[in-house]
T-cell receptor
Framework: DQQVKQNSPSLSVQEGRISILNCDYT??????FLWYKKYPAEGPTFLIS?????DKNEDGRFTVFLNKSAKHLSLHIVPSQPGDSAVYFC????????????FGTGTRLTVIP | DTGVSQNPRHKITKRGQNVTFRCDPI?????LYWYRQTLGQGPEFLTY????????KSRLLSDRFSAERPKGSFSTLEIQRTEQGDSAMYLC???????????FGPGTRLTVL
């Protein structure tokens, strides 16, 4: 039962353009959402998070948008850089202190120079 | 502190053998988590500790799996009588209770022949 879904396994974007990664979830109890980036042979690295009281959170080139009614969130990277090429995981939990974090299956982003 | 470390990084074993992995978390983090990631999937929660107490175990953690965190510092994950289906990346992460953002280690890749 996949409660967090990333329906695009891969995405290719030209350097300098916007990358948009999407994530859908099914559990309406989820209240806290995170994006992780993973390079080969490394563990996932925390990128950005958002709680359900907000619909947008921005950190430099990275912005996460949350649409609770649609149970959808997205990560925007502007401008995209070749170093952003990695697998991006969306994750969700019922609150910021929850021990069980549910991950999506990941989207492999390739930024083409 | 150099982050979360895991040893070994790779383990190849024959079916039926026992294996043990070690995780050294960030020293001031009191929460420690184990996740399993199979090919094409996101990390799946296995268990977590707050200090030395194991507070939750996923249904994915069969009786052949046992985890310990003596003295609330490093943790070990043991798999007895390994099966080919146990082949996966085993990730460890640690965090403070607040905030709940986990720092992941590089993982131990297990291959069961």
């Amino acid at each position: 039962d996949q409660q967090v879904k990333q329906n695009s396994p891969s995405l290719s974007v030209q350097e300098g353009r916007i990358s948009i990664l999407n994530c859908d979830y099914t559990n309406s109890m989820f209240d806290y959402f995170l994006w992780y980036k993973k390079y080969p042979a490394e563990g996932p690295t925390f990128l950005i998070s958002i709680s359900s009281i907000k619909d947008k959170n921005e950190d430099g080139r990275f912005t996460v948008f949350l649409n609770k009614s649609a149970k959808h969130l997205s990560l925007h990277i502007v401008p995209s850089q070749p170093g952003d090429s990695a697998v991006y995981f969306c994750a969700a939990s019922v609150d910021v202190q929850a021990n069980n974090l549910f991950f999506g299956t990941g989207t492999r982003l390739t930024v083409i120079p | 502190d150099t982050g979360v470390s895991q040893n070994p990084r790779h383990k190849i074993t024959k079916r039926g053998q026992n294996v043990t992995f070690r995780c050294d978390p960030i020293s001031e983090h009191n929460r420690l988590y184990w996740y399993r990631q199979t090919l094409g999937q996101g990390p799946e929660f296995l268990t977590y500790f707050q200090n030395e107490a194991q507070l939750e175990k996923s249904r994915l953690l069969s009786d052949r799996f046992s985890a310990e965190r003596p003295k609330g510092s490093f943790s070990t994950l043991e798999i007895q009588r390994t099966e080919q289906g146990d082949s996966a990346m085993y990730l460890c992460a640690s965090s403070l209770v607040v905030p709940g953002q986990r720092i992941f280690g590089p993982g131990t890749r297990l291959t069961v022949l």
